[in-house]
């Protein structure tokens, strides 16, 4: 468990806070390129790291990422115009480009000077793999753009989708890297004893520290098959990778079974929202994702089909996740309908934020505890002027997450060496 000030100090992130600091020195996922699809369309609102932004692609197709309230008299400029290279307010006529340069002032004299002393809060984006990035900390500290492997993909290879949670950033976090869970919260079929996670509901967790984050396996004992082991990574600040075997995504009938990538970016919006990228991968570009198979995926996990941001969930606390007493008791461990959404609900069901000095934790919680002491330790980075783990993306570019069936007699790290490796 963590006591109160630990539990305080990671789960804050605005500015000023250790945290949120630490957190600016990461590139952060700001918003799917689908959200402002064509030049000059409209702007959108952006939460991120308790700050309110505003998001534009200007007339050259740019992206500018800026405070969202104008200078002048703070009104919103998510009700600009978004015209000519810049986005203007409607209120006084005020208008700003992506780097936050006032350009007019319609409502001063025209000898007047004004507008070269305004400036207005605007963060570099990078647009790679149908995300723009944003990187808001101290100009001197940006590291090189992310480069995980799936985003170094050809675009039928990748896929990217949006999730509103609410509840803060570190128990989303936490509910992705428990491998464990998924034998009890994610049993869809309580008459399937048989299988893997079912055989071995405790699995053996080993936890490896990395330049990056960490690595960790989960392995399951399957009898005289060998072990069942998942391979995870964790990419500071808020990176999983794991790792699927699917029915081949482009749907040619031939039963195949491929590996499929899958992974979420956990994206602090302020203390008590998390905004969830959950992105997949087809990792061998002959066999690429198809319409179809994104759609049963995102149908099946309990998402939209299309990913845009702005979708409202429709299974909140509210409707209690819209549990299903009956199929709970007959068919299914919870009564919640889609994968995701189960997730939501558990993770949600324990308030704004977990009162961490509260918990038990027990054998298989190596990974959240290895995770928590990973964003201690990266504030203590910062604040003694080293950068943090995560920030470099040389350290990671060359991983990814496997799971296979690997023989009892021979460590994971030997068995799955091969399967680690990204071929992107």
């Known amino acids: 468990m963590l006591s109160r000030e630990e539990n305080e100090l990671i789960t804050r992130v605005g500015p000023g806070t250790a945290m949120g600091e630490t957190l600016r020195r990461y590139w952060m996922p700001a918003l799917l390129s689908s959200a402002i699809p064509a030049p000059d369309a ?235 990228f959950n992105w997949m991968f087809a990792a061998d570009p002959a066999r690429p994702l198809t319409s179809e198979f994104i759609l049963k995926s995102e149908t099946s996990a309990g998402r939209g089909p299309n990913g845009e941001s702005g979708i409202k969930r429709h299974q909140t606390r509210e409707n209690d996740w819209l549990i299903d007493r009956e199929l709970q008791r007959a068919k299914t461990f919870t009564g919640i309908r889609g994968l995701n959404t189960q997730d939501l609900a558990v993770q949600e069901s324990m308030g704004r934020i977990v009162p961490r000095w509260r918990e038990h934790l027990g054998s298989t919680d190596k990974a959240i505890i290895a995770m928590r002491r990973l964003l201690i330790e990266a504030t203590e980075d910062v604040a003694e002027g080293r950068d943090p783990k995560g920030s470099n993306p040389e350290h990671y570019r060359g991983i990814r997450a496997a799971d ?3 023989p009892k007699e021979t460590p994971w790290q030997d068995a799955a060496k091969d399967l680690l490796v990204a071929l992107v």
């Open 42 to 276: 409209p702007p959108v609102r952006v939460r991120l790291l308790g700050e309110d932004l505003v998001a534009f692609r200007d007339t050259n197709g740019k992206v500018g990422l800026l405070d969202e309230y104008c200078p002048h008299r703070l009104a919103s400029l998510f009700l600009g115009r978004n015209e000519e290279c810049g986005l203007r307010c409607v209120y006084h006529g005020w208008k700003f480009d992506i780097e936050g340069n006032c350009s007019d002032m319609p409502n001063e004299p025209a000898e007047s000077r004004f507008k070269e002393k305004i400036h207005l809060q605007a963060y570099p984006t990078a647009e790679i793999a149908g995300v723009i990035w944003a990187y808001m900390g101290p100009s001197d500290k940006k590291p090189a753009p992310p480069a995980m492997e799936w985003l170094r993909g050809a675009a039928n290879q990748y896929f990217v989708s949006t999730t509103h949670e609410f509840c803060n950033y570190v128990q989303a976090i936490e509910g992705g890297i428990d491998t464990v869970h998924s034998s009890f919260l994610h049993n869809n079929d309580l008459s399937n004893v048989k299988h893997l996670k079912r055989v071995d509901t405790a699995p053996r967790l080993e936890v490896e520290r990395t330049n990056y984050g960490f690595r960790y396996a989960s392995i399951r004992n399957a009898g005289e098959q060998g072990n069942y082991v998942r391979i995870y990574q964790f990419v500071l600040p808020f990176h999983q990778f794991r790792s699927h075997r699917v029915d081949y995504a482009a749907g040619d009938g031939s039963g195949e079974q491929v590996p499929l990538l899958k992974g979420h970016m956990w994206v602090p919006m302020d203390d008590e929202n998390t905004m969830i």
């Open 404 to 406: 296979a069936m690997l």
